[in-house]
Nanobody, 123 residues
Framework: QVQLVESGGGLVQTGGSLRLSCAVS????????MGWFLQAPGKEREIASA????????YYADSVKGRFTISRDNAKNAVYLQIDNLKPEDTAVYYC????????????????WGQGTQVTVSS
């Protein structure tokens, strides 16, 4: 069974940075496309970014381009999300997700989800 465990969330001031991590187990990591999703208070969960199995394809939602950077380390079975210049509107629960197909992640239909990590940005 695929397990995804996020870490790195917390309380940060506007303009600060965070690096979220997601550790993956239960399946050969290099066969999984990965994504980060966020769910702000009172809103639906939406995709922020995705990376293909080899890392050669990336996707960013328009709202996060220029501030979010996704990366993966297949040797460590981990995917990361660097968030810079944090804004109060970035406050959300951030979820790591995975699928065998990159397109499925981008389409907001991944097969596996983590439990989420809270990011709170104070003004």
């Amino acid at each position: 069974q695929v397990q995804l465990v996020e870490s790195g969330g917390g309380l940060v001031q506007t303009g600060g940075s965070l690096r979220l991590s997601c550790a993956v187990s239960g399946r050969t990591f290099s066969t999984l496309a990965m994504g980060w999703f966020l769910q702000a208070p009172g809103k639906e969960r939406e995709i922020a970014s995705a990376v293909s199995q080899s890392g050669n394809r990336l996707y960013y939602a328009d709202s996060v381009k220029g501030r979010f950077t996704i990366s993966r380390d297949n040797a460590k079975n981990a995917v990361y999300l660097q968030i810079d210049n944090l804004k109060p509107e970035d406050t959300a629960v951030y979820y790591c997700a995975a699928s065998g197909q990159f397109g499925t992640v981008v389409a907001n239909r991944p097969d596996y989800w983590g439990q989420g990590t809270q990011v709170t940005v104070s003004s």
